[in-house]
């Protein structure tokens, strides 16, 4: 082949080769600047270190677990919620005690509340199972109630009657089981006394049955026992919803003779 020819055929050539060259530098560029860009909208949303797809909303925390707010409680059911965990001394704990401060004393009422602002004990008469029948010599020692629940004092609001019929009015501290206050009922008279009497001879069953009754469904919290004419009344507090059941107890015979939810 001639020089003239091949310096022909080299030149088409080498022109070609620039070509293709410059054709490929441009397409490396392209796709570094695409990846770039590409680069610099997922950066902004990798703050936490997870990439979230471009568009969509940041994550932020669940106020709660299942989606839901808990339902609200009425005032009742708020007021149960607070008095009940705030009480340490159970209801016949209470009574033992009540009933020791009284001598011969017989159990008609007793209520979980709170205890009055001025409540001062009476006695040292504490809740034990081996509570003397008797009033101890150290009965006007004086006793604080116990500070609780925002500083109220969860208690026992008790009625103990004696054989004749006369009524105390006995407070026991919901915390430390003490007697807080003794004192007679002043507003009864001997008609009162009379017809009370007479029921707490009626009433052959005993309060102490009469909640194992009422409360052999129903595991709650017992917060009144209370002596009727004809039943036993006793309260029972779900402590999963704050509702109270009341059951009203024959005293003749332990049977359920009617029962009432509150929800409110």
């Keep these: 082949m001639s020089t003239s020819l091949r310096h022909r055929l080299r030149g088409p050539a080498v022109a070609c080769l620039a070509a293709s060259c410059a054709l490929l530098l441009a397409a490396c560029g392209s796709e570094q600047k695409e990846t770039t860009t590409t680069s610099a909208r997922i950066a902004p949303a990798q703050t936490d270190g997870t ?15 299942s989606g839901s707010a808990s339902p609200r409680l009425t005032d009742d059911q708020a007021e149960r919620q607070r008095l009940v965990p ?19 004393g017989k159990l008609v009422e007793t209520e979980l ?21 008797s009033v101890s010599a150290d009965a006007s020692a004086s006793a604080s109630p116990s500070a609780s629940a925002g500083g109220r004092t969860p208690a026992w ?54 909640v194992q009754t009422a409360t052999q469904d129903n595991k709650g919290t017992v917060t009144t026992v209370e002596l009727d004419d004809d039943a036993w009344s006793v309260d029972v507090v779900d402590t999963g919803n704050w509702d109270k059941t009341t059951y009203e107890v024959s005293t003749t015979e332990r049977r359920v003779l009617r029962q009432e939810v509150d929800r409110d």
């Design 51 to 65: 990439a979230y797809p471009s568009g969509s909303p940041s994550a932020s925390p669940s106020t709660s677990p």
């Design 86 to 104: 705030a009480t340490k001394v159970t209801w016949d704990k209470a009574t033992q005690a009540a009933v020791a401060a009284v001598p011969q």
């Design 113 to 133: 509340t709170w205890a009055p602002p001025n409540a001062t004990a009476s006695g040292s008469a504490t809740a034990s199972a081996s509570a003397s029948p």
């Design 157 to 210: 609001h008790t009625s103990v009657a004696t054989s004749d019929g006369t009524l105390h009015d006995v407070w026991v501290d919901g915390v430390s089981g003490k007697v807080i206050s003794d004192k007679p009922d002043a507003d009864q008279d001997a008609e009162d006394k009379q017809e009370l009497a007479d029921r707490l001879k009626r009433a052959t069953v005993t309060p102490e049955q009469a």
